[in-house]
């Protein structure tokens, strides 16, 4: 079974700042099969990168994805005030595993 | 507008049994992988289940498998829960949710799940 391990578990950053968001698996994964949801508090989740590095429609270009085989990153190149929420990756593998999230809070 | 609602959770005894359903609407629904995800309060999230569009592709977590069934109902556009032997550590948030699965062509690949519902919340407790 694949593990997927969230890094850090708090990030705490101001309003305008660079979030980088690291997601690492046990072993190498397909980066097709790669994906970031973003969830606020009392919310369901909502898809944020496909793909490994694709936006869906309309999903503001501060977001992004990168990485292959074992490491993968979502970048928030600024971050604006709804942006703070948890982050999860998720692999759509054999066993549908998620990380355990990241938590961006305003510092 | 494409929307899914839940509904069936409630409290129930460790042992017990409860069947969630999901409520689709405002899209082909036989089209699209349908599937389960659960949160347990202030947890991360876990895939439970999920069910091809024709009904015939089924996957279960191992936490879940030989007690709960996934299953569909096209001509209602409807998915089902059905959770038997219920322990406490099954309480959590319920998510109802679409994708299309593993497109194949011209790649496999996989585009998320773009829909979710609001979710319904399952107690299980003596």
């Known amino acids: 079974e694949i593990v997927l391990t969230q890094s850090p578990a708090i990030l705490s950053l101001s309003p305008g700042e660079r979030a980088t968001l690291s997601c690492r698996a046990s072993?190498?994964?397909?980066?097709?099969?790669l994906v970031w949801y973003q969830q606020k508090p009392g919310q369901a989740p909502t898809l944020v990168i496909y793909?490994?590095?694709r936006r869906p429609t309309g999903f503001p270009e501060r977001f992004s994805g990168s990485g292959s085989g074992t490491d993968f990153t979502l970048t928030i190149s600024r971050l604006e005030p709804e942006d703070f929420a948890v982050y999860f990756c998720?692999?759509?593998?054999?066993?549908?595993?998620f990380g355990q999230g990241t938590r961006v809070e305003i510092k | 507008e494409v929307q899914l609602v839940e509904s069936g959770g409630g409290f129930i005894q460790p042992g017990g049994s409860l069947r969630l359903s999901c409520a689709a609407s405002g899209f082909t629904f036989n089209t699209y992988n349908m599937n389960w995800v659960r949160q347990a309060p202030g947890k991360g999230l876990e895939w439970v289940a999920d069910?091809?569009?024709?009904?015939?592709?089924?996957f279960y977590a191992d936490s879940v498998k030989g007690r709960f069934t996934i299953s569909r109902d096209n001509d209602k556009n409807s998915l089902y829960l059905e959770m038997n032997s219920l322990r406490d550590e099954d309480t959590a948030v319920y998510f109802c949710?679409?994708?299309?699965?593993?497109?194949?062509?011209?790649?496999?690949?996989?585009?998320?799940?773009?829909?979710w519902g609001q979710g319904t919340t399952v107690i299980v407790s003596s």
């Open positions: 793909g490994t590095s």
């Open positions: 998720h692999h759509y593998g054999s066993s549908r595993t």
């Open positions: 072993q190498s994964v397909s980066s097709n099969y």
């Open positions: 069910i091809s569009g024709d009904g015939t592709s089924i």
């Open positions: 949710a679409r994708d299309r699965g593993i497109i194949v062509v011209p790649f496999p690949f996989y585009f998320g799940v773009d829909v």
